[in-house]
């Protein structure tokens, strides 16, 4: 007899599914884009550190989408490789060169193909001075030594809004009015020691860029920031404006700037080449945190990894962090050359 008490199979059912709620979050995660000083700062200054594998998900249980070590892989810290050590031994000179001329100041220039590492190069440029003033002088959020742009897109009549990205990035946005006197005031008063313009690419034509290096110069000038210029041919694009041209060339003279050049390329398959690419793989392999991964063994895969990226950090960067994401999530816990193969990247997926 049924006396009410008894459950039905569809609540029995229900019962037997019951699992634990997983956590909730009010936004899903995303990165943090330095459009200010403030988030670039909280961004350099962020101490990311590989998740310890105690504090993780046992191995073998579900993975969610924010599993910490799912979320490591995707983000994971950049490597020092020796591009960036050498990268930062030239910027520290020029600075030194820089700071205590009153006019005269020259830039750097970052240039080289797409996927070669340019943007990560300087913002660990970036990264690393912005540390450098946190652990020399007391915390000052008045202190802005660094200060990140792209170079902004052409507004009405292709003109690029300058003053407008600086007083952004400054927090001095205003309605109306050409807020230059102020951004100058406001760099000499935070300190500020480089500018970091990515994206010199974007300016197609001698026109635009005159103009842009015109204001860029003053800028520099002014405030005595050492300016670093980021981007595909941008050689090209910064050298013949920071050069006397009226001066007439000797015979056999090249025509070129005064600014350092720093040139980025995918790593080659020479024996210097080989030998960079597998230190450059052997810092990744250290970050990798997978419950079955044994030190030195994305490392063995490095001659592979080098033919299938081609020797480009873009791309390789993006097979190792799918290749750890697909491990987890497999369950496989181990990076290895089967597991690679299955990576679409630089593939064709038939649909």
Request: charged share 30%.
């Amino acid at each position: 007899m049924d006396d009410g008490t008894r459950l039905t199979r569809q609540e029995e059912r229900l019962l037997r599914d019951v699992r634990v709620p997983e956590q909730m979050f009010l936004v899903p995660p995303a990165p943090l884009w330095p459009k200010d000083s403030h988030t670039w700062r909280a961004k350099a200054l962020a101490q990311v550190e590989p998740p310890d594998l105690a504090d993780c998900a046992p191995q073998g249980t579900k993975v969610t989408s924010h599993d910490k070590r799912l979320l490591w892989h995707g983000h994971m810290h950049t490597v020092t490789t020796p591009a960036i050590a050498k990268a930062l031994l030239v910027v520290a000179e020029q600075i030194r060169s820089n700071r205590q001329r009153e006019h005269g100041r020259i830039g750097i220039i970052l240039d080289g193909p797409k996927g070669t590492g340019k943007s990560t190069l300087l913002q660990a440029v970036g990264v690393h001075w912005e540390r450098r003033f946190a652990q020399l002088y007391e915390p000052d959020d008045n202190r802005i030594p660094i200060i990140t742009l792209n170079v902004p897109p052409p507004t009405r009549g292709n003109l690029r809004n300058w003053p407008g990205a600086f007083a952004r990035y400054l927090g001095q946005e205003r309605e109306g009015g050409d807020p230059t006197e102020s951004v100058i005031r406001a760099m000499r008063n935070a300190r500020t020691l480089l500018v970091l313009i990515d994206g010199i690419e974007r300016l197609r034509t001698a026109a635009d860029a005159e103009l842009t290096f015109q204001y860029l110069d003053m800028i520099s000038e002014e405030t005595g920031a050492t300016f670093i210029y980021c981007g595909r041919y941008a050689q090209n694009i910064v050298d013949p404006l920071t050069r006397d041209n009226d001066t007439r060339l000797e015979q056999d003279e090249v025509l070129h700037g005064d600014h350092t050049v720093l040139r980025l390329s995918r790593i080659g398959f020479d024996d210097e080449g080989v030998e960079k690419f597998q230190r450059v793989v052997t810092l990744f392999d250290k970050d990798l945190r997978l419950y079955r991964h044994q030190p030195g063994d994305l490392a063995d895969l490095a001659p592979y990894l080098h033919t299938r990226s081609r020797g480009y950090m873009r791309m390789l960067s993006h097979l190792i962090c799918q290749a750890a994401q697909r491990a987890i999530l497999t369950k496989e816990e181990r990076i290895t050359r089967e597991l690679l193969e299955k990576i679409p990247l630089g593939g064709v997926v038939e649909l």
